[in-house]
């Protein structure tokens, strides 16, 4: 019981930090959808809001690093996006909040090159994949194109595990497609 308390007051903390966050006119909210955990038998559609703050941290030998906050939520409600020899008639839902830093390097005037890590917590409802910890890490590598008028569009790619923490450390590997101000 002390493990579920816990969870859910770190889950309380991470949201409320996330939503509380002051939005200035420098933030920037990205949008992603794509493939999660594409490389395992479990699988789901990823849908992700990322928001890319205005506070800067010039770390040594990195330079200026972005603060990001993320919100990602994985469906898969008919085994659309799961595969393989073990695939039961299962719903599986998760959330994953997170919090880390992003450096943004130009390739060209138009293309970024955008690798980024972050913490956060995961949690599964329903049949949804049991990554082993609530705690897990994620890398991340996006390239993205910025068209004139502020729109974007890219190719996300990214690992999320505990890093050993849990009993188990099944980790996930999603494909997501980048946009902003397409609508």
Same mark, same amino acid.
């Given at each position: 019981?002390?493990?579920? &308390?816990?969870?859910?007051?770190?889950?309380?903390? *991470? &949201?409320?930090?996330? *939503?509380?966050?002051? $939005?200035? #006119? +420098? !933030?920037? *909210?990205? %949008?992603?959808? @794509?493939?999660? !955990?594409?490389?395992?038998?479990?699988?789901?559609? #990823?849908? +992700?809001?990322?928001? &890319?703050?205005? +506070? !800067?941290?010039?770390?040594?030998? *990195? @330079?200026e690093l972005k603060q990001?906050?993320? %919100?990602? @939520?994985?469906? !898969?409600?008919?085994?659309?996006? $799961?595969?393989?020899?073990? &695939?039961?008639?299962?719903?599986e839902q998760a959330i994953y909040l997170s919090t880390g830093l992003q450096k943004k390097i130009d390739l060209s005037s138009k293309l970024t090159f955008v690798p980024s890590f972050s913490v956060g917590l995961y949690e599964a409802f329903d049949d949804g994949k049991d990554m082993g910890f609530p705690i897990e890490f994620k890398s991340e590598i996006e390239l993205n194109h910025n068209f004139s008028n502020g729109s974007l569009l890219g190719l996300t790619y990214n690992h999320i595990s505990n890093a050993d923490l849990g009993d188990t450390n099944p980790g996930s590997d999603s494909i997501l497609i980048n946009f902003k101000k397409f609508f």
């Open positions: 019981m002390p493990n579920i &308390v816990m969870r859910i007051i770190l889950k309380f903390l *991470l &949201v409320s930090t996330f *939503l509380s966050t002051t $939005s200035s #006119a +420098n !933030d920037q *909210l990205y %949008f992603k959808i @794509g493939l999660w !955990d594409f490389k395992h038998e479990t699988g789901g559609l #990823a849908l +992700n809001i990322k928001k &890319v703050t205005n +506070n !800067d941290f010039n770390i040594f030998m *990195l @330079g990001i906050y993320e %919100f990602t @939520g994985f469906t !898969d409600k008919r085994n659309y996006f $799961s595969k393989g020899e073990e &695939v039961q008639n299962r719903e």
